[in-house]
């Protein structure tokens, strides 16, 4: 007969990171068995949360988070990516709000504030890119309202709003700067052949080896210096400037105070920049 009294041997437990190994490893060899779909509908997942002990408004909340999460493109981690910086920047927060109003809000932002005009327009997601017009362009480069307008040398710029639950939404922003790293690689190249006909030149008047070859190491490595410089400190300001977005929409505060024009130019050519450009 087995003593009663004996100490029990002490229960195993995990910490955290020993747990969400534990779970994606099951995860793992449950998928191997064939035995789970390849996809699961909202309220599956909740169901599966319920059984393990996770509650329904985490759950939302990280699901909104994936369909919000922008997805890192191979350019971003490749040889240009390295030498000249990264081109996307992105922010994510939950806001207080219903969607369609915060989707709306944002639109107005981007249009009014950065400066920006709808490419494409879903449900859940706007995507702008920037507008062409002439006086959209003085006021850019005159910074009228005080404005940095730091995404508008983006290629292109989305919002994507997911609901959480009845009172909250899950925002996401990203914007592209593309454009501006491409500049920058073909300014490194055009910099790389001016510094080889430097060398050749050289070379051609007699110069000493270790003189002529100098061009052509000095001058790509400054253009790429030059470039990645230029690139970060873009990307920077972007980063800043849908970070102080998300800001203002969990503060409540887009809306409530019009940021009217400080000047007689700066009313005409918000005026003037009101009226949508004509496509041809």
């Known amino acids: 007969m087995a003593d009663s009294s004996a100490p029990k ?14 779970l994606a490893r099951a995860a793992e060899l449950q998928v191997g068995t ?3 779909p390849e996809e699961f509908t909202e309220e599956q997942l909740l169901e599966l949360g319920k059984e393990v ?5 985490n759950l939302r909340q990280a699901m909104a988070e994936e369909r919000t999460r922008s997805i890192v493109p191979e350019s971003e981690t490749g040889l240009v990516a390295s030498l000249f910086g ?19 809000t944002i639109d107005m932002w981007m249009q009014r504030q950065e400066l920006l005009i709808v490419k494409r327009h879903h449900a859940d997601r706007i995507v702008w890119e920037a507008r062409k017009d002439f006086l959209v362009g003085i006021k850019r480069a005159l910074k009228l309202g005080g404005r940095d307008y730091a995404l508008s040398q983006a290629f292109e710029v989305s919002a994507t709003v997911v609901p959480v639950d009845d009172s909250r939404v899950h925002v996401g922003l990203d914007a592209d700067f593309r ?3 491409r500049r920058g690689a073909e ?8 510094g ?5 030149s ?6 000493m080896a270790a003189v002529a070859v100098l061009p052509v190491i000095v001058l790509p490595v400054a253009g790429i210096a030059a470039s990645r410089a230029f690139q970060g400190r873009i990307v920077s300001r972007a980063q800043l400037a849908l970070e102080q977005l998300l800001d203002r929409l969990e503060r409540g505060e887009i809306g409530r105070r019009g940021s009217g024009p400080e000047s007689l130019l700066g009313a005409i050519v918000a005026a003037a920049t009101s009226i949508p450009p004509r496509r041809i």
């Open 9 to 22: 041997p002490p229960v195993p437990r995990l910490d955290r990171a020993s747990l969400e190994r534990v």
């Open 34 to 36: 064939g035995d789970t």
């Open 53 to 57: 002990g996770l509650s329904a408004q």
């Open 86 to 104: 990264p081109s996307r920047v992105s922010a994510s927060r939950a806001v207080s709000g219903k969607a369609p109003e915060i989707l709306a």
């Open 179 to 181: 454009t501006s790293r």
């Open 187 to 194: 300014q490194t190249i055009g910099t790389t052949v001016l």
């Open 196 to 200: 080889a006909a430097g060398t050749a």
């Open 202 to 207: 050289l070379f051609v008047i007699g110069a």
